[in-house]
C-alpha cells in the first residue's frame, strides 16, 4: 500500500501543535490530550507496518507536485521504512509509559508537545530525500530534544541540557558547512542529484572535506567515542521515556542513520571510509563498556552501555562498507545486516532497560544502585522485563541480541578479520557483567530499611514494558523467518549494498 | 533597559518623551508588518519578515511601558495560541492540498474557476497569501514569546535588585 510520505511528519506536527492548545483547560482537557497523543503514536506504528508493504522497492514523493530537483522530495525505501518501524514502535512505547510517568512533573501537555515535535522531526530526516530538509528535521528533532532534556528543570539537568544543547549545536553546524559545500560543489540539495554528481566527477577536495565534517557532525549526533562526552549526561537527566527516544531512536536516526545515507548512498563507500567507521565503531564499544563498569548511577550505567552498543552498530557498517570497497558483496551483506539488525534490536531493548530504570526510581525516588537492593520482590514485573532485556544486551541466545551479535561475529570471521570478531566477543562479555552487576545490586539481595513499603507503579507503564518485553523475546524472528526477513531486514540491506543505486532509483522514476 | 529615570511617569517603563512616540510609531510599525504579510507573494517580504515586524512592535512598548502592559495587552497564553493556531492554519493549508490538489502543499486555489485572478493583483497566487499569512501570526506570536520568557527571566543573584 502506498501512504502519502508526509502524513508521516504532518501527523506528530499537527499533534504537536493542537496539544498545547488544550493546556490550561482542567483535567478533562489534559486526559484527552494524553490520549490523542497516544492514538497519534499508534496511528505512525500503524503506518510504518503498512509501509512495509509497499507495492515498490523505492516510493518517491515529489511534494507540491513540483519534480526534483527543482522541488522538494521525500523517499521511503527499505532503510527508511526499517528506521520508521523503529521509531514507531519506540515512541508507542514511550508514550504509553509516559501517561503514567509524567504525572510526576506539571505542564504535561507541553511535554506532550515536545515529544511530538521530536517524532516529527526523526520521521522527517528518515524519510526526506533533500539534503537541506534533512537538515532542517535534524534541527526540529534535536531542539526539542534539548528541551526535554532539561524538562525536570532541576540544576543537574538544565546545566546537562546545556551541555547537550552546545555540542548538539556544534554538531549541526558541522553538518550545515558540509551540507554547503556539497552545495557548492555539486550544485544541487537534491540527495540523488547530488549522489550523481560526485560518482561522476569522483571526489575533490571540497567534498572529501564535507564528508569529514558529515563523520564529525552525526558521529556527535550518534555519540561515537571521541564526540561522546554529551550523552552520559544528557540521556540521564532526561525523564525516563525520554531516555528511552534519545538512547533508543535519537541517536540512531539522527546520527546512525544520516551518516550511513551519507557514506553509502551519496558519496559511495571506500575503504578508507569503511576502516575510518570501523575503528569508530571498536574504540566505542570497548571504551564505553570500561566506563560503564564503573558507574553506579542505574541510568548512567545504561547511558555508556549505548555509547558500546551504537559502537557496535557502526562497526557491522563499516566492516560492510570496507568488504563492499574491496569487492566481498556477501560477507558484506551479512556484516551490513548484523550492523542493522543490531540497530533495530538496540532501539527495542535499551529503551526497555531504560523504562524499567524510570519504573524503579519511580517507586524508589533513586538511581544509585548502591542504595537498592532487593527489589525482586516489591517490582515483580520491573524485575522480570528488566532481566530480560539485560539477557538481550549481554547476547544471551534466544533473546535478540544474541543474533545480531552472531552474525557480525560470522561476518568477520568470514571476511578473515579474526581480531574484530574477539573483540566482538569480549565487549559482549562485558556487557554481561556489566548486566549482571544491575541484576545483582538493583534486583538481589537485601532490601533496605527504607524501602520497605515502595509499591510498583502499574497500569499503562506495565503495558509499554511488557509490549517491549515481549519484542525482546521474539525479534530473534526477523532473521529466523524468511518471510519476516525477507519484507523487513533485506529491503534495507539491499539499499545499502547498492547504494548508489539510490540515484538511479529516485531520478529514474 | 528600562531605566528608570523618570518616577513621576509610574514606576515603568522609560521617559514620557519615549512613551509618547512609542504609542504613535506602535500602531504604523504593526500596521506595516501586516502589509508586509498580505503583499508577501508580490513584493520582497512574506510571512516570516511581517512577523518579525510585528514582534517588533510589541517589542517597542515592551521597551517603552514595560513588560506587564504588554502583557495585560496579550496574555502570555493568548500568544501561546496564537502561535499554535497560525501552525495548524498552515497544516491545514498544506493537508487541503492533500485532499483537493491530490499531494501536499499543492496550490489548490490556484485555478481560475475557484479564484479567478490575475499575475500582481493582491488576490493572486493561490494559497501562497494564506499561508503567509497563517505563517506572520505563528512567527510574530512566537517571537513575542520568545522575548517575553526572555524578559522574564532574571538570574538569581540579579533577582530583587531591582523593584
Redesign the interface.
Same mark, same amino acid.
Given at each position: 500500500m502506498n501512504i502519502?510520505l508526509?502524513v508521516f511528519v504532518?501527523i506528530p506536527? $499537527?499533534a504537536a501543535?493542537?496539544l498545547? $492548545?488544550l493546556s490550561?483547560l482542567g483535567r478533562k482537557a489534559k486526559s484527552f490530550a494524553t490520549l490523542l497523543a497516544n492514538l497519534a503514536t499508534i496511528s505512525l506504528l500503524v503506518l510504518a507496518v503498512l509501509a512495509l508493504g509497499r507495492s515498490e522497492d523505492i516510493q518517491v514523493?515529489?511534494?507540491?507536485?513540483w519534480s526534483i530537483p527543482i522541488g522538494i522530495n521525500m523517499v521511503l525505501d527499505g532503510l527508511s521504512s526499517l528506521l520508521l518501524l523503529a521509531i514507531g514502535v519506540v515512541s508507542t512505547a514511550a508514550m504509553l509509559f509516559s501517561t503514567r510517568y509524567m504525572e510526576q512533573y506539571t505542564a504535561k501537555p507541553k511535554y506532550l508537545s515536545l515529544f511530538m515535535l521530536m517524532v516529527a522531526g526523526m520521521n522527517g530526516v528518515v524519510l526526506s530525500g533533500d539534503l537541506f530538509n534533512l537538515y532542517v528535521f535534524l534541527e526540529i528533532a534535536s531542539i526539542a530534544s534539548y528541551a526535554l532534556v532539561g524538562f525536570g528543570c532541576n540544576n543537574e539537568e538544565l546545566e546537562a541540557a546545556f551541555k547537550y544543547m552546545v555540542l548538539g549545536t556544534i554538531a549541526s553546524v558541522f553538518v550545515l558547512f558540509g551540507i554547503g559545500l556539497v552545495y557548492g560543489n555539486t550544485g544541487t540539495l537534491n540527495m540523488a542529484y547530488a549522489s550523481k554528481a560526485i560518482n561522476t566527477v569522483g571526489l575533490n577536495p571540497g567534498l572529501a572535506f564535507a564528508l569529514a565534517l558529515f563523520v564529525a557532525g552525526f558521529g556527535l549526533k550518534a555519540a561515537l567515542v571521541p564526540f561522546h562526552a554529551w550523552l552520559p549526561d544528557a540521556h540521564p537527566s532526561a525523564p525516563a521515556p525520554i531516555s528511552a527516544m534519545l538512547s533508543g531512536v535519537l541517536i540512531k536516526t539522527l546520527g546512525v542513520y544520516a551518516l550511513t545515507r551519507m557514506v553509502f548512498c551519496i558519496f559511495g563507500v571506500s575503504v578508507t571510509i569503511g576502516w575510518l567507521l570501523v575503528v569508530l565503531g571498536l574504540v566505542s564499544m570497548v571504551v564505553g563498556a570500561f566506563l560503564a563498569f564503573g558507574q553506579w548511577d542505574f541510568k548512567r550505567l545504561l547511558a555508556y552501555s549505548s555509547i558500546s552498543q551504537v559502537g557496535y552498530v557502526v562497526l557491522g557498517l563499516g566492516l560492510g562498507a570496507t568488504l563492499l570497497a574491496q569487492g566481498h558483496a556477501a560477507w558484506a551483506s551479512l556484516a551490513i545486516l548484523g550492523g542493522l539488525f543490531h540497530l533495530v534490536n538496540h532501539a527495542v531493548y535499551k529503551s526497555l532497560l531504560f523504562l524499567t530504570s524510570g519504573s524503579v526510581q519511580m517507586s524508589t525516588g533513586t538511581r544509585q544502585l548502591k542504595q537498592m537492593g532487593g527489589l525482586a520482590e516489591k517490582l515483580p514485573f520491573t524485575r522480570t522485563t528488566c532481566t530480560i532485556a539485560s539477557a538481550s544486551i549481554a547476547g544471551i541466545p534466544p533473546f535478540s541480541g544474541f543474533w545480531s551479535k552472531l552474525i557480525l561475529v560470522v561476518a568477520a570471521v568470514g571476511a578473515g578479520l579474526y581480531w574484530i570478531a574477539a573483540i566482538i566477543v569480549f565487549v559482549s562479555l562485558c556487557t554481561l557483567i556489566m548486566y549482571l552487576k544491575v541484576q545483582r545490586y538493583a534486583f538481589l539481595g537485601e532490601l533496605p530499611e527504607n524501602l520497605q513499603q515502595i509499591k510498583e507503579h502499574r497500569g499503562s507503564m506495565l503495558v509499554a514494558m511488557v509490549l517491549l518485553a515481549v519484542l525482546c523475546s521474539f525479534m530473534g524472528l526477523l532473521v529466523l523467518v524468511p518471510y519476516l526477513r525477507a519484507t523487513v531486514l533485506t529491503p534495507a540491506v539491499d539499499v545499502l549494498t547498492d547504494g548508489l543505486l539510490y540515484a538511479v532509483n529516485v531520478i529514474g522514476k | 533597559m528600562a531605566a528608570n529615570s523618570s518616577p513621576s511617569n509610574g514606576a515603568k517603563g522609560m521617559t514620557v518623551i519615549v512613551k509618547t512616540i512609542s504609542s504613535w510609531v506602535k500602531m504604523l510599525i504593526f500596521l506595516f508588518g501586516i502589509y508586509i504579510i498580505i503583499t508577501g507573494h508580490l513584493t520582497p517580504g512574506g510571512g516570516f519578515a511581517g512577523g518579525v515586524i510585528i514582534a517588533g512592535s510589541y517589542v517597542l512598548l515592551m521597551l517603552a511601558f514595560g513588560r506587564e502592559f504588554v502583557e495585560e495587552n496579550l496574555p502570555l497564553?493568548w500568544a501561546?495560541?496564537f502561535?499554535?493556531?497560525g501552525?495548524?492554519l498552515f497544516?491545514l493549508v498544506?493537508?487541503l492540498?492533500?485532499i483537493l490538489?491530490?499531494? %501536499? %502543499?499543492?496550490?489548490w486555489l490556484f485555478r481560475q474557476q475557484i479564484l479567478p485572478s490575475k499575475a500582481l493583483e493582491l488576490v493572486s497566487a493561490g494559497t501562497i497569501p494564506l499561508s503567509n499569512i497563517f505563517i506572520g501570526i505563528k512567527v510574530g506570536a512566537s517571537l513575542f514569546l520568545i522575548i517575553l520568557v526572555l524578559s522574564m527571566f532574571r538570574p538569581a543573584h540579579l533577582r530583587g535588585e531591582k523593584e
Open positions: 502519502p508526509p504532518a506536527l $499537527i501543535f493542537f498545547p $492548545i490550561g514523493y515529489e511534494i507540491g507536485k | 497564553r501561546s495560541r502561535d499554535c493556531i501552525a495548524l497544516a498544506a493537508v492540498g492533500l490538489g491530490g499531494s %501536499f %502543499f499543492v496550490n
